[in-house]
């Protein structure tokens, strides 16, 4: 089964320097139908102004995971980690027994960014933070495997989950298996998902399913993450 959430029909707040639109219930949005996904429960599409971002503020037993989509953040934390993440690249950090963060767009053009959160499967751990640069090829055979738990990705999560980059040039189609239930984001361009056309920000539920085809109509970036139920 595949459930299409349309960008427009998100949650949305504009905090002036910041423009998120929300896939699942955060801070003052609240949907009682979209509470998670599985483990899955935040996915923010935001968009960051020049000069401002997160100030720091604390995190607890959550795996936060970022894929810069456009310009780039800077993170700074309690545990004396700090790192810029460009466009195309991730930074994960496992917030275990606390942690303080924050993420600021220093450059001269907007940034824009998933922010995505996904429950861990062991509480408690000690906080971290990793990046990673990814190479900016187009996907050919198969998407490209960025985030895992099982140590088989460059970077790992608390949790049996996987998360994939399809860089897409138009006309390509390529079919992904599926280990368990997706949530699919389309980060750029537009593509069908078995026949059903999904554009820019949008994002797609898939439950039930051994594979997806996926078809790029114009040049794409897709995100695929997979967790448990």
Do not use: C
């Amino acid at each position: 089964m595949i459930t299409i959430y349309p960008y427009e029909q998100l949650g949305h707040a504009n905090h002036g320097w910041l423009n998120a639109r929300h896939h699942f219930s955060f801070a003052s949005y609240r949907n009682p139908k979209r509470l998670s996904f599985g483990a899955l429960r935040v996915i923010n599409d935001d968009i960051i102004q020049a000069g401002s971002g997160f100030e720091t503020h604390p995190h607890k037993d959550m795996e936060i995971i970022t894929y810069v989509r456009r310009g780039a953040i800077t993170h700074h934390d309690s545990q004396g980690n700090t790192g810029r993440t460009e466009a195309g690249d991730v930074q994960v950090m496992s917030a275990g027994t606390g942690i303080f963060h924050s993420e600021h767009n220093l450059e001269n053009e907007d940034t824009r960014l998933y922010q995505i959160w996904i429950e861990p499967n062991a509480m408690g751990v000690k906080p971290r933070w990793q990046a990673h640069q990814f190479p900016k090829l187009a996907t050919q055979n198969g998407l490209q495997l960025l985030v895992s738990g099982d140590g088989k990705a460059p970077l790992f999560i608390h949790q049996n989950a996987r998360i994939y980059v399809g860089k897409l040039t138009a006309g390509t189609t390529i079919t992904h298996p599926l280990q368990q239930q997706a949530y699919l984001l389309v980060s750029e361009g537009e593509i069908s998902l078995n026949q059903q056309p999904l554009k820019q920000g949008d994002g797609a539920e898939v439950t039930g399913l051994k594979e997806i085809t996926l078809h790029a109509t114009t040049h794409s970036d897709i995100l695929v993450i997979e967790v448990p139920a």
